[in-house]
C-alpha cells in the first residue's frame, strides 16, 4: 500500500537489521506512527496491546520476534531451552490466531538445527522475511481467486454497483500486503469493476471504522461506515451482494473464528441467501482441530475496551466512558461462524466449500487424516 505516495508494508526490518519496525494500529487513522520492537517482550506487548493484528500479520511479527530472540541471546545458557521458552512466550501473546503459533513454531524448527550463532542470526532472519513474502504472495493470489466471483455478481447487475460487506479489518494493515477479505475488493477496483464496500464499526476497537474505512480511502475504495448492527437491515433491503470477512483461525472441518460479531453477519446472510465467503491464506488453518465451537480458544480481553471509545476530539485522541461506570463489562473478542453457514473459502489455492473433504480437496499434503 501507499502512504504518502511511498508503498509501505505495516512490519519490516530497520536498516541495520537490530529493530523490527511497525505502524502502531492502535493510532489510525488519527495519527500514523511507527513503533520500534527491540526485544521479545516488545513483541509480545506490541500483539497483546494491538499494535499488531491481524492473522497473517501476527504470524509474521511473531517470527520477526523469535528473530529478535536470537540476536539478544547472551549465550549464558542453553540455546535450545532459551529459544523455546522464548517462543513459548510469544505464542502465548494470542490464543486465538493460528497464525501465531505457525510463524513462530517455523522459525524455531529451523534453528534447533543450527548449532552457530552466526548462522543462527542469518536463518531466523531469512525465514521471517520469507514468511513475510510467502504471506504477501497469498494474498494477492487470494484476491486473483476471489476476483471472479464480484465480476459475476457485477456482470448480473449489468455493471450496477457491487455492494460488499466486510467485518473487521482484513486489509493490507492485517496482513503484509493487499489483505485477506480485500484482496478481492482491491483486484475488482483494479479491473475497473464498479465496487462499493459497507464497513462495520466492529466494537469495541473499531477495527472497521478506523483501519477498513482508512485503508480503503487510500486507496480509492467507495465504502460507507455502518453500526454492527445495521447489515441485517441492508441485506433484507437488498442492498449488499456477498458478504467477505477474514479469520483468525479456521478448522480443518471449516468452522471459522473471527472478530466477534461475525456469526449474526453469517446468519443474517443466510437469511437472506446472500453469499458468506471467508478469505484466508492456508497458514490460518488449524489442521489439527475438527470441532470450532469447542475447540478454538477465545480470547477475553480487558473489558475497558467496551466501556471506554477512543476518538478525536479537538486535534487530540481521547478516551471516554459510556456506561455506568459501576457497571461491569465482559469483552469476547471472537466468535465461531459455524461451517454450514459458510458459502466458501477463498485460498491462495482458489475456492472450496466449508467441508473437510474439499478443503482437502486444495491442501491435500496438510490433512492429517
Not at 520477526?64 to 541471546?73: K, S
Not at 536463518?123 to 466471483?149: S, V
Not at 461491569?328 to 466449508?354: K, M, Q, S, W
Request: aromatic share 8%.
Amino acid at each position: 500500500m501507499k502512504i504518502e505516495n511511498k508503498s509501505m508494508r505495516p512490519i519490516w526490518l530497520d536498516k541495520d537489521s537490530r529493530i523490527v519496525k511497525v505502524i502502531d494500529q492502535r493510532l489510525l487513522p488519527h495519527e500514523f506512527v511507527i513503533s520500534d520492537l527491540r526485544s521479545v517482550d516488545d513483541v509480545i506487548n506490541a500483539i497483546k496491546e494491538m499494535f499488531v493484528r491481524g492473522a497473517p500479520l501476527v504470524g509474521v511479527a511473531g517470527a520477526y520476534g523469535v528473530y529478535l530472540a536470537v540476536i539478544n541471546f547472551d549465550e549464558k545458557t542453553g540455546f535450545d531451552d532459551f529459544l523455546i521458552n522464548e517462543c513459548n512466550r510469544l505464542k502465548a501473546a494470542r490464543p486465538t490466531a493460528v497464525n501465531l503459533s505457525w510463524g513462530v513454531d517455523r522459525v524455531m524448527y529451523e534453528l534447533l538445527k543450527i548449532t552457530s550463532q552466526p548462522a543462527r542470526i542469518d536463518r531466523a532472519r531469512d525465514e521471517a522475511a520469507n514468511i513475510a513474502d510467502e504471506e504477501a504472495e497469498n494474498c494477492r493470489r487470494i484476491g486473483e481467486n476471489g476476483l471472479p466471483l464480484i465480476d459475476e455478481i457485477w456482470i448480473k447487475k449489468g455493471g450496477e454497483t457491487v455492494n460488499i460487506l466486510t467485518h473487521c479489518n482484513a486489509g493490507w494493515l492485517a496482513c503484509v500486503e493487499y489483505g485477506t477479505a480485500t484482496a478481492p475488493i482491491y483486484a475488482a477496483y483494479e479491473n475497473d469493476i464498479d465496487i462499493h464496500v459497507w464497513v462495520d464499526e466492529t466494537r469495541p476497537l473499531n477495527q472497521g471504522a478506523r483501519l477498513t474505512a482508512w485503508e480503503l480511502g487510500k486507496h480509492g475504495v467507495k465504502h460507507t461506515v455502518i453500526t454492527d448492527n445495521a447489515g441485517g437491515h441492508l441485506m433484507q433491503h437488498g442492498m449488499v451482494d456477498m458478504v467477505i470477512v477474514g479469520t483468525d483461525r479456521t478448522t480443518c472441518t471449516g468452522d471459522v473464528a473471527n472478530k466477534i460479531g461475525t456469526y449474526l453477519k453469517a446468519l443474517a446472510a443466510r437469511d437472506n441467501n446472500i453469499p458468506f465467503y471467508v478469505a484466508l491464506p492456508s497458514s490460518t488453518f488449524d489442521w489439527e482441530l475438527d470441532d470450532g465451537i469447542r475447540g478454538i480458544p477465545i480470547e477475553e480481553r480487558d473489558p475497558d475496551e467496551v466501556r471506554y471509545v477512543q476518538g478525536l476530539d479537538h486535534g487530540s485522541i481521547r478516551s471516554v466512558l459510556i456506561p455506568p461506570a459501576s457497571s461491569p463489562a465482559a469483552n469476547f473478542a471472537f466468535d465461531v461462524t459455524p461451517a454450514r453457514l459458510v458459502t466458501g473459502f477463498i485460498t491462495e489455492r482458489g475456492i472450496c466449500r466449508a467441508t473437510k473433504q474439499d478443503i482437502k480437496r486444495l491442501f491435500p499434503e496438510k490433512m492429517i487424516q
